[in-house]
């Protein structure tokens, strides 16, 4: 018997796509963990690095950076992205079975990857791989559209093919995870202090192709069944060519720092 696929070990069955497609992150969310830092950090450890979209980001401190990421075809493609960059070492692992660096770290970043920790635990967890003052920063992209009546559409569609993964009002898919991050969670904690939020929007184009192979890189449309998956896509790909071959997706990108209690 096949056993049945769990949905954060999902993304290594197209971690080549998901690398090209997936969008980077604005050099200001690095700017802003910096300036929340008061000083750059000498040592970084990523929770979920994937294929490296915020690791090449954190890269750019040029200090030693741990990158923990849990999926082999991921990190696979993630060493590879890195060989050779000394600053950069990959360990195959969830955040949860991960050991500390002897000391704690200065920064503990996850960009679109939080939400995967064990909700219960990750918390506490970040605070033990944190010197005392170190700093959680949480960030990740909210997929909007530029176009309000193309997402209109996009919904029907959504509604028609595949109901059980459309957003639904005031409640959108991403946030019916049952491991979502709330920042409830670091202003309730005994061990965070100064919790702070910040947005940067930006917007990225799409074609038609591009669009669907960033669409076949989440989650919930891998884990539905591949017929009704590729009725779905057939279906978004009609109403964006009908629009003139492009979606221009707006990108929030929401960052949440902490500072671990002294």
Do not use: N
Request: negative net charge; glycine residues 8%; contains cysteine.
């Amino acid at each position: 018997m096949t056993a049945p696929r769990e949905q954060q070990r999902v993304f290594g069955e197209v971690a080549d796509a998901y690398d090209d497609v997936r969008p980077g992150y604005p050099a200001e969310i690095l700017d802003l963990i910096t300036a929340y830092a008061g000083r750059a950090p000498r040592t970084v450890v990523e929770s979920g690095a994937g294929t490296g979209k915020g690791t090449a980001l954190l890269r750019s401190l040029g200090v030693p950076l741990t990158c923990v990421e849990p999926d082999p075809a991921m990190a696979a493609l993630l060493a590879r992205r890195f060989d050779g960059d000394d600053l950069v070492s990959v360990v195959v692992s969830r955040f949860e079975d991960s050991i500390p660096p002897p000391g704690g770290v200065d920064l503990l970043a996850s960009a679109q990857a939080w939400h995967w920790v064990d909700h219960t635990r990750r918390t506490r967890l970040a605070a033990e791989a944190l010197v005392p003052g170190g700093v959680l920063a949480v960030f990740g992209h909210d997929f909007g559209f530029a176009d309000a009546g193309l997402r209109a559409e996009m919904d029907a569609v959504y509604l028609e093919h595949a109901p059980e993964i459309a957003d639904q009002p005031g409640r959108p898919v991403h946030t019916r995870h049952p491991g979502v991050f709330h920042p409830e969670e670091l202003r309730g904690s005994p061990w965070f202090t100064d919790v702070e939020e910040q947005r940067v929007v930006t917007v990225v184009p799409y074609d038609t192709a591009r669009y669907l192979t960033l669409l076949s890189t989440f989650s919930p449309h891998r884990m539905l069944p591949e017929q009704q998956r590729s009725r779905l896509h057939r279906a978004l790909a009609d109403v964006v060519d009908a629009r003139g071959g492009v979606v221009e997706q707006k990108l929030t990108t929401g960052l949440w720092l902490a500072r671990r209690r002294t």
